[in-house]
């Protein structure tokens, strides 16, 4: 089966979008979010009853950055948190560094390597790889479609 673009759709290619770092912890997140500092965008913060979480990106990352040099940004940031909040870091439950795919329609395959230092950071601070793909947004080029009923 061949996939194809709606008409009038040009297919934009798979690609890399950002790394997230998702933290989730027992403990608040708000003083290990600030303790990253400008460094981090803070895109959520949160929640209660011993289940918080925390989902940032490195503030300078954009898409001419790779995987590899915004996560060794995060990284940094890690490694330059104040001894309290790096206990919080490695004592959170799950310590992710999400690295965020689109899904195009092309090419075929698509491989994003990152580099064997990066990896090892990532180890190094008793992080953990997640690799999320989405998938690409062709819905709002599709016309809806018009259902007829029968008469009688």
Not at 6 to 12: D, I, R, Y
Not at 63 to 87: E, F, H, N
Not at 130 to 150: C, E, F, L, M, N
Request: hydrophobic share 40%.
């Amino acid at each position: 089966m061949t996939k194809r673009a709606p008409a009038g759709l040009a297919p934009e290619p798979t690609h890399y979008v950002n790394v997230d770092l998702d933290v989730y912890a027992s403990v608040p997140l708000d003083g290990f979010v600030r303790a990253l500092g400008d460094d981090a965008f803070v895109l959520f913060v949160g929640g209660a009853r011993r289940r918080y979480e925390a989902h940032v990106e490195l503030a300078s990352s954009h898409m001419a950055m790779s995987a590899d040099d915004t996560i060794v940004g995060l990284i940094r940031c890690i490694r330059g948190l104040p001894r309290p909040q790096r206990k919080i870091w490695d004592g959170a439950q799950r310590r992710e560094f999400n690295v965020g795919i689109e899904a195009g329609l092309e090419p075929h395959g698509f491989e994003l390597r990152l580099q064997q230092p990066t990896l090892e950071a990532i180890a190094d601070v008793r992080g953990a790889l997640v690799i999320s793909v989405y998938s690409p947004d062709v819905g709002q080029a599709v016309a809806p479609t018009t259902v007829r009923r029968k008469k009688g």
